[in-house]
């Protein structure tokens, strides 16, 4: 008897325990600690060990920087699959654990904002600091008028081609943006170039967030866009006859297997297609394939229509938990500021987030790179500004998978709008 | 005198009984407190919690702000295309895997029950995908379907058949699950077909063979229905795992091609973790249950009435 006493009551300590811990947690997260010194949390998920590096390092400078007023404690959680870290933030925001400052993906800001996880910055960033951000962050991380979140850094997606199989056939690819290669003359590359097992383009990188974050640019080079403006309807906009063209032509390229839809990643790295689209995260990893010569050339445009590329990158905010909102903000300015900014950068080549930044990353003045920049500075867009973008993404991507295997365009194209619709009006209208 | 001797004794007697049985009621109520308490905190209320946010508009995001809705959720339900869709897919994958990963269990079962030299190898070999995650499966899987340098599609090329998309057809896609989730997990139900098997006594084969009964016959009259009550078992836990599909088109197709592979567990992570609708998930989960709920009772009726 004795016995199941003391079981059951390690069961129920247990227990306790549990509940005990997330009250701690919370009790550490808005904490005060012991004098002035005002404690901070901040969560983002884990990268490579280099990007990682260049976080450490930052925030030890920070630390030693506020000595004595603010100190930073930053917590890496793993990322196992995309959605890990997102399903953190979810428990965290139900126990309201959230940490003060904590990064999220470029197109989530709309969505936490909407939710009221995140406050608005405005009041910390002076008008000219604001301004030093390229455009497509601002984009990213606004909503409704009000600032949120400044990106760590940028990203676009560049048309990569293979030198020899270039030259093979004859092509010089574009190196001047205005000659940006439209929709059809990309066509007419790949249907030369795609034949004895190669590819005329690799162009899946995955079939979820990578479909949107690639083919709206499609959308919006016909001078349309997935959903509205204010983002509260997708009708008329990603079904629009523009939207239905870009779409066709993504099913035209299936059909005549000019691209592989279960590519292998390093389908372009061993010359088994002519292009690429991809991005700047690609080129490290050219080195290990010295066979390759690679070049880089802009992301393809409908004619006449707009030059555009992708953009969108992970950026910082302030939770509506934290008890230091102006302490949180300044880890933020820290964070995304020039030096921050360059630092990064230089690390793991993806594009600056601030203008100012690309003053010492020179290598981004010359070939190959400067397309790169170009399209950074000049020509990208953000994805959709909108609450209902995990919806809207998710539709859109099983979409444009279903028409690259045959599915009827229009039809596809009409069920992510009322999908979309829909939901926004159920959740997100008033 | 004696006699209260002797009723001392007793009333003694009883309540040392009485007291030891106290004793150990007592006992066994704190041995299960333990696994009480957690089936209450992990199952119950969670299951008491999806019922009640069922009836409630709430988004992951916003837990301050969950509103009583009502029935909204089921008229919506009821009125969503995409559910009835997940709901047929889910009722065709368990119609057909279940008869026939049972069916291939028992054949393998049968075969390595045999005096084969290699016995051990083959039991092996096909226990091994079992023990293999379902994640890493799938993913070989989907190279091996990939519709343009796949082996199987390698394979047909060599008898003139030409290139199938397999995955990436909506006609094929479930299809293509359903043959893979059979190969991965028929491996576990031979091993329970294999120890039905090697309980059936030897002695009554022997004597039918004397009886001058063939194979088959011995297959038909005393194999099979020697096996019932570990068929009943194999059916049921089949049935169980098949209408929770979710792993396989989670990783091969996420749902596609236009929502071929839809499955209602699929359908409930979308809706819940994806689109944050926690509420609405909520009210597919009761849904769901209630289904899985009404085929364990009749799958059981049908099996115990026979």
Redesign the interface.
Known sequence: ?K???L??L???SL?AGCSGETKNANSNSGGQGDGSVVELTFWRPQASEVEDNVYVKRIEEFNQANKGKIHVKMEVITRGNS?AYE?KI?AA??SHTLPDVLAMDGPNIA??AA???IIPLDEYFSKEDLDDFVPSILQQGSYQGKFYAPGLNESSVVLFYNKKIMAEHGITPPDKIENAWTWDEWYDVMKKTSKDGVFGTNMIND??EWMTYAFEQLWISGGTDIVNKEGTTAEGFVNSPQGVEAAEFLQKLANE?LF???PKPTEFEEGKAATKLGGPWNIPGFKNYPDLEWGITYFPKKAGGTQTAPSGSWAVGVSVDTKHPKEAAEVIKWITNKDSSTQLAQAISMPASRKSAFESLTEYNELPLRIIKEQVTGVSHARPVTPAY??LT?KFA?AL??IM???DVKK?LDNVASTYDE?YK??FAE | MMQTAMNAHKREHISTFSRQKRRETLVGYSFVTPAVLLLIFFLVLPFLLAVAFGFTKFNLLRPDKIHFTGLDNYKLLFTDGLFYKSLWNTLYFTVIVVPVQSGVALMLALLVNNSLKLRNVFRIAYFSPVVTSMTVIAILWISLYNPNEGLINSALHFFGISNQPFLRSSSQAMNSIIFMSVWQAAGYQMMIFLAGLQGISKDIYEASSIDGANKLQQLRYITIPSLYNVTVFVLTITTIQAVKLFVQPYIMTNGGPENSTRTLALLIYQQGFQFRNAGYASAISVIFFLIVVLISFSMKKFLRDK
């Open positions: 008897m016995k199941g006493i079981l059951s390690l069961a129920l227990l959605f399903d979810n925001v139900a969505n936490y939710s009221e996880i079939k979820g297997k592989n839809i279960d995990p919806v998710q099983e998978t279903d295997v045959g599915a596809s939901e159920r959740n």
